[in-house]
């Protein structure tokens, strides 16, 4: 079974910190992705991986950046974190190939105060 | 019109009925589809994948396709309250190299007792 793991269910934290979110996954897979989910809006892309050291930009990157060092983790970064960016934040991974689906880690849950 | 629609709901179906979900596309050269359960709280959880027309079944579960009217749908058979969640369907468009899911905003199912 694909498990992708993120560091943190809850976390709390306030204006103008630097933030890093966390993601393991331990099957070796080439794309990693960072969404964040709110209600009413769905899924919303923040940036992707498709190997180690690349990252391209997804729907909603203004704020973030990420970084992946290493092909097994892929880490979100908030530069100054804003209330605004309060929201569940869902790693996600999957193997090269078309038709191979995304696996989501377990969610963590920002608050920005 | 957004890339991958979905019903918000709720759809109440009756336990031991057949619950329908629908989702339409847009991009007419879209590969591979996806169907996610999330429970409240929790993350996506993959359910079905389906790629080619036609039906696709796992246990309860079918997952049918139509490319030429660009729709996919999931029918849950013998609907149990733990049947209870958020239904997202997820494509992967050409528009984006085939690189992402585009998530629909799910429907939501209640399966009463």
């Known amino acids: 079974d694909v498990k992708v793991t993120q560091s943190s269910r809850y976390l709390v934290k306030r204006t103008g910190e630097k933030v890093f979110l966390e993601c393991v996954q331990d099957?070796?897979?080439?794309?990693m992705f960072w969404y964040r989910q709110d209600p009413g809006l769905g899924l919303r892309l923040i940036y992707f991986s498709y190997d180690v050291k690349m990252k391209e930009k997804g729907d909603i990157p203004e704020g973030y950046s990420v970084s992946r060092e290493k092909k097994e983790r892929f880490s979100l970064i908030l530069e100054s974190a804003s209330t605004n960016q309060t929201s569940m934040y869902l790693c996600a991974s999957r193997a090269r190939g078309n038709n191979q689906p995304q696996h989501f880690g377990d969610g963590t849950r920002l608050s920005i105060l | 019109q957004k890339e991958v629609e979905q019903n918000s709901g709720p759809l109440s179906v009756p336990e031991g009925a057949i619950a329908s979900l629908n989702c339409t596309y847009s991009?007419?050269?879209?590969?591979?589809f996806f169907w996610y359960r999330q429970y409240s709280g929790k993350s996506p959880e993959l359910i079905m994948s389906?790629?080619?027309?036609g039906d696709k079944e796992d246990g309860r579960f079918t997952a049918q396709l139509n490319k030429a009217s660009q729709y996919v749908s999931l029918l849950i058979r013998d609907s149990q309250p733990s049947d209870s969640a958020t239904y997202l369907c997820?494509?992967?468009?050409?528009?984006?190299?085939?690189?992402?899911?585009?998530f629909g905003t799910g429907t939501r199912l209640l399966v009463s007792p």
């Open positions: 099957m070796d897979h080439e794309n």
């Open positions: 991009d007419r050269v879209s590969q591979s």
């Open positions: 997820a494509v992967r468009p050409m528009n984006t190299g085939f690189q992402k899911l585009v």
């Open positions: 389906i790629y080619s027309n």
